[in-house]
């Protein structure tokens, strides 16, 4: 029996790449490994049966429409799926899935990184002594804020907000959170729920942006919310760049208003808002809430896992979103 046809988009790691090849007929696309534009996608996609494709890939609605026939299903390598039309698969019959649970931990621990990173001035410190500007300790160079004892906001409670919240209690944070629905209380955990914005972002000494992509959420954190939080606060988005009004919060960083901010997402990745190369007190990553060994292999068996169920089995994918 013949196999199906895979098309890879990007270059996976190498156990999710021997799975993948031992199942199914590879095809990649020309160019580079990396953000795939929509043309590169469709010229490659001819005859193939499913796409293991990640966030970045070009998948509007446009695209989705010149898809081939025989595409059945659309495996993203990540949680988010902001990146594909999801209407627009559905009209087509073409199943999406996700890759839920398994990088919560990862993603979690970068937000966390990021917050220990601008509380304590890391990322500033390291550059001073790439620099070889040290000039030796002093009892006031570079002093941070103490994290235990502050609040922590949690924008979006979902399970990397929840992972997220275990590490805090750990540093002994106290944590809010602000979520469509309150949680029941065991999986609360003394947490303090806020139902409207402005209330929580008052109570937000560390705001921690763990929001989807999306028309629906474009600039949610603009000039006004970011007046209404704390002065001296931090802020920290690990979940989509689009979410932050990027002028906004790099004129908070430099009027002070914001202590500091840790951003591993950005609207129009690769490319960066231009005014954070001089913005004072951010530090900046690139994408990396998932990049550790194990949870990437996770996501890519959960992808497989998907793709198997539709292509090899014909039954329902487990992590279907549309
Ligand atoms: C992905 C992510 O690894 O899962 C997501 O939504 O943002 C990342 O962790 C990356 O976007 C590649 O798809």
Redo the contacts with the bound molecule.
Sequence with gaps: MSRPTLLLTRRFPDAVETRAARDYEIRRPEGPDRTLDPAALLAAAGGCDGILC???DGLDADTLARLPESVRILA?????TDHIALDAARARGIAVT??PDV?SVA?AEIAMLLILMCARRAGEAERLLRAREWAGWAPTQLMGVTLEGKRLGILGMGRIGRELARMARGMGMRIHYRNRTRLALDEEEGATFHGEDDAFLAACDVLSMHIPGGAATSGWLNAARIATLPRGAIVVNTG?GTTVDDAALCEALHSGHLRAAGLD?FAGEPAIFEGYHSAPNVTLLP?L???TIET?DA?GFRCLDNLDAVLLRDAEPPHRVA
């Design positions: 990640a966030a970045g993203t390598f990540s949680v988010g996700n890759t990088l993603t989509r997402v994408h809430g998932s990049a990437r996501m």
